[in-house]
């Protein structure tokens, strides 16, 4: 493999050079700026030694995996304590919570009582298999919600529920059985207003975020880009459009086709590169991508790539080949693959639903759409004008330095913490 | 050009503080104006001065036309432009909190009363209400003169525009002397009067943080002796 680019100045390259150990924070303070760290620093001391777990239903695949990748290791420089814990379950399992993630997006589900005794007993056997002593436990998602439950009181401080997905409008059985497992919590996390529901407890709004230094995020060079492409049967000369996202109907990668297709015929020489790869917590993945594939039918040009959950370089490889960066969702919690499209100066065009209307803004950073003629006219638009797709790149690169890198998001978890220790007025951290 | 520099002789330097914001949600929406205007009439103060005051903070493309949520709400998502421009005018850092729920939830009612049909928006576009707590931080940036402030101001965050100005308003106005820190600790230290008029009258409810960024910084500009030193910390 090629080495990364090192966009570094020349000073900080010197001193890695030498070996002189070189912080994880340091080198985003390259990024975000000295003051954005030292903010962190300062909310750090407060909570020195805190003992933190994040508990989620899988390592590899997916937002939150990625996220907890690099909150750990950077809660721990911090000074915290922070360790990761991932529940284990059986197909069924996975099958229903996957259900409850369809149920709390608003599809029509069918569950049988059956299967909320199976995720309330996967909860049970995990609560006793995990270390879970901690100060703070940040629960993700659906999956280990009632692990509160089955833990013995005093040996968690407090539960926190982070939940990622859009459930402003759930299915009514599935939220029903949710919210029972809420009472035991003393904080949410959501990553919008209208994300969150009314609860009995403080509902905190934590939009997620990336990390630049990442494989999916860094510079690469420019042979690795091309390498990509030469492997994947992509022309780097013609124009490329994508959408990076697991094969899941919310995502509504037919209708990107269906939009590719009607701008073909005025950009012949277009491709379209559909690219996903499997979460061992997604089951449907493998029905989807099969009606995905009948319908790209043999067109040369439309390439649906199965990728490997480590492969974030090839992805970021295409992200930073593509033209106009599409995320077609008609659900989203927040698209995170929104966020690293901006940060790679790429105009996005997504579906105008959920977190993406937090990042897309029409001839800001992109544009929002209703439907696949919306996309399909935008990608003729921003086809035509490259002058307007550089704006926007530009635009979008700065806009996700301000608010969507993880020195933003580590200092929400951070001001959550010192909130929930302080729950009068406002703080001075001194 | 004055001498704005050579007569100022600090006692204490300025503290330059940032700030950032927990945002909390309600778990309440406005579909409609009747939505607003109950939830105006109950949801607590915090959640008034979130979308009257502490909106400034999020990041907006648009020049401020309406410089809080409610009004950019009955613009844009109910289109009543009548009323958002009413509401628009509101000044929430001029009045205790009590004082400012009852204009809001008159101006609602009055619209309200003289219109046949409620006005409501479309799915997606409803206002969600939330609050947000104050977090400040002491930077441990000391400036001991005007001229270090000026200095500073090109690369201070906009967090700390925010705390200084938008923030210091609120803080002061609520004792009936609304003034941002900038100004009162030039007064304090017997800065130029007029420098200190000048940055005291920026009308900043119609500035984004960047524009007022840089209203401050043309103002140094006129008032330095040597306004080179802004262009050196600029470039």
Known sequence: MMPTLDARPAKRRKRAHKGIHMKLL???????????????????????????????????????????????????????????????????????????????????????????????QINQENAK???????????????????????????????????????????????????????????????????ARPLPCPM?????????????????????????????????????????????????????????????????????????????????????????????????????????PDSHRAINALQRSALIVLQKSVKEGFGLTVTEALWKGKPVIGGACGGITLQVHDYHTGFLVHSPEGAAYRIRYLLRYADKRQRMGRIGHEFVREHFLLTRNLRDYLTTLLYLENPGEGILVA | MNDGEKQTVPTEPFALFDCSLARLAIGRSCSNLRDLLDALRNVPDTVLEHHMMRCALDDHFELYEFPNDLARWCWDALGDRGLAEQLGLVDPYQQPMATLRGMLVNLIEDRLWGLERVPWCRPGLELHLASSRMMAFDTGGRLPTLAALAQALPRMSSRSLFYHVHEARRRSGANGASSDDFSAWLEKIGAEPALVARIRAVDFYFLNLNQLRQEFIDAFRLHLTEPQVLLKATA
């Not at chain 1, 919600?145 to 009514?172: A, E």
């Not at chain 1, 860094?218 to 022309?235: M, Q």
């Not at chain 1, 780097?236 to 994508?242: A, G, N």
């Open chain 1, 204 to 308: 905190f709004l934590v939009p997620p975020a990336i990390d630049p230094l990442s494989d999916k995020n860094c510079a690469i060079p420019e042979e690795e880009r091309l390498e990509t492409l030469r492997k994947h049967g992509i022309d780097p000369d013609r124009p490329l459009i994508l959408q990076v996202s697991r094969f899941d109907r919310f995502k509504d990668p037919l209708g990107v086709i269906a939009a590719y297709r009607l701008v073909k015929p005025y950009h012949p020489g277009l491709q379209l590169v559909l690219a996903g790869g499997p979460a061992s917590d997604d089951p449907e993945g493998a029905e989807v991508l099969r009606e995905v594939m009948d319908r790209a039918g043999e067109d040369p040009d439309l390439r649906i790539l199965l990728l490997p």
């Open chain 1, 129 to 195: 298999r995990l270390n879970l002593e901690a100060d703070v436990v940040f629960v993700h998602d659906p999956q280990p919600i009632y692990l509160p439950h089955f833990t013995p009181k005093g040996r968690v401080g407090r539960w926190v529920w982070r939940c990622h997905i859009d459930c402003s409008r759930p299915n009514r059985s599935v939220w029903k059985y949710l919210e029972k497992a809420i009472p035991d919590y003393q904080a949410t996390l959501f990553s919008m207003a209208a994300f």
């Open chain 1, 26 to 120: 340091d080198r985003y303070e390259e990024i975000v700026g000295p003051s954005e760290v030292q903010r962190l620093r300062q909310l750090a001391a407060r909570l020195h030694g805190k003992r933190i777990v994040h508990v989620n239903s899988t390592r590899l695949g997916g937002g939150v995996a990625e996220i907890l990748v690099w909150m750990i290791p950077l809660m721990e420089e911090l000074g915290l304590s922070a360790r990761w814990e991932v529940i284990e379950g059986n197909p069924d399992f996975y099958r229903v919570t996957k259900a409850f993630h369809n149920g709390l997006q608003g599809l029509p589900i069918l569950l049988r009582n059956t299967d909320f005794d199976l995720h309330y």
